[in-house]
């Protein structure tokens, strides 16, 4: 059974599987932009490459690390959201990161792997390394557990010995060997473990759940939790925040909420529009056509793939850049799209991107205004 799922698998050896469901996104880049557009839709403002330089209960100090200006942010109540580099906002959040490390396949190099599949760590009875198939044609490989001593970088990279550890692991369940040429990207992300003041040394990792803490200076930190516990992260975040300021607040709606562009699988599947665009933007599918159409394209430039290993089209590309704020070719191939996990997609899709980036700041301003303050 486990290998008429997954043909790919090592027979020999295989006495059997377990077989479990699980959530998975389509891209996670599509999920956070999802939410920040449906936060504007409600009100929030949301400005990028802004920079958060100090935190105080009553509001920020930021600089727009575009253009260098400053400026100051009265809130009545602030809350810090800021992941693994909470701690360099208030003083009283110690968090010690750990680094994850996943390496990108083409799906190719991982043939017949019809499932998500977790390889047991040889020698470690609780510890597994995933080959998770995405559905734009590439296979994640992860997750390493590294500790990062030290100022948390910027943006965490993998090292050898990691790409190395996790190729060996998941080899073990595969019939085709890997090697390295066979790894086209990696990437790390940190995870928070917060050391815990009164407890000798201990620490929490924050992984899994979440925390929501509250300096003496009223700013809430909300760190830790998962992408798929983010509205109850959110929730205890806002109610505390909602304590603190003493303000006002009606019933909360963030636990049914729907984003911009969900719906009912059956609504969704009424939609007109293609499978692609519909599987990544739910009824606004047919608005990034339509906005395709509107700068000139044809629906066959609209909707061909950048590239023969990039699934990405113009359509998506040019609705970053007008109804999602991507200010620059990193933010379409980085932030709104993930061509960029792998380098050799990213350079054949950076003068596509170039072109979109100027048709759109030659026509309509229709950037948002990232003026902070
Ligand atoms: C390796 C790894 C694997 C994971 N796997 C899964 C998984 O399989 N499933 C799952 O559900 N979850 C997973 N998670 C957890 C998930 O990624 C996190 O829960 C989620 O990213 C936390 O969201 P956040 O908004 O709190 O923080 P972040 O996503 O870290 O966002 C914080 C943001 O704040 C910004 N920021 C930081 N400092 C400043 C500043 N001074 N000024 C302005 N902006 C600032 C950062 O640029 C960043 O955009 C994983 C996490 C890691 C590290």
Redesign the pocket.
């Known amino acids: 059974e486990a290998l008429a799922m997954s043909p790919g698998l090592r027979r020999e050896g295989l006495r059997g599987a377990l077989l479990s469901w699980d959530?998975q996104?389509e891209d996670?880049a599509r999920l956070?932009v999802g939410i920040a557009r449906t936060a504007a839709a409600h009100g929030a403002r949301v400005l990028t490459r802004?920079?958060?330089?100090g935190?105080t209960g009553e509001g920020?100090e930021?600089r727009d690390e575009l253009t260098g200006r400053t400026a100051t942010i009265a809130a009545r109540t602030v809350v810090n959201?800021?992941?693994?580099?909470?701690g360099?906002?208030v003083d009283d959040i110690a968090l010690r990161?750990?680094?994850?490390?996943?390496v990108v396949l083409r799906a190719s190099s991982v043939p017949g792997l019809g499932t998500a599949v977790m390889a047991p760590v040889p020698q470690a009875s609780n510890r597994f390394v995933f080959a998770l198939p995405q559905p734009d044609g590439l296979v994640y490989v992860?997750?390493?557990d590294e500790p990062v001593d030290g100022p948390v970088p910027?943006v965490p990279e993998p090292t050898e010995a990691e790409v190395g550890f996790l190729l060996d692991v998941v080899g073990t369940v595969l019939q085709q060997p890997l090697d390295r040429s066979d790894v086209v990207g990696a990437y790390?992300?940190?995870?928070?473990l917060l050391d815990l003041p009164d407890a000798d040394g201990s620490t929490a990792d924050l992984?899994r759940r979440?925390a929501v803490l509250t300096s003496p200076g009223g700013v809430v930190s909300?760190?830790?939790?998962?992408?798929?516990?983010?509205r109850r992260?959110a929730q205890d975040a806002v109610d505390r925040a909602v304590v603190v300021g003493s303000l006002r607040a009606g019933r909360c709606r963030t636990a049914d909420l729907p984003l911009l562009g969900a719906a009912p699988r059956e609504q969704l599947a009424r939609v007109e529009g293609p499978a692609r665009l519909v599987r990544r933007h739910g009824t606004e599918a047919p608005d990034v056509l339509a906005n395709a159409r509107a700068h000139g394209l044809s629906d066959a430039e609209a909707l061909a793939p950048l590239a023969d290993t990039v699934p990405v089209t113009r359509a998506e590309l040019l609705w970053g850049l007008t109804h999602e704020g991507a200010l620059d070719v990193a933010d379409l191939l980085d932030r709104r799209t993930r061509v960029g996990l792998v380098a050799d997609d990213r350079a054949r899709a950076v003068p596509v991107a170039t072109d979109l980036s100027g048709l759109v700041v030659a026509g309509a301003p229709t950037h948002p205004d990232n003026s902070a303050g």
Do not use: E, F, I, N
């Open positions: 959530g996104l996670d956070v802004v920079r958060v330089t935190l920020a930021v959201a800021t992941g693994v580099w909470a360099d906002l990161p750990s680094r994850g490390t996943h992860g997750l390493t910027d790390a992300g940190l995870r928070p992984s979440h909300v760190v830790g939790g998962k992408l798929t516990t983010y992260m």
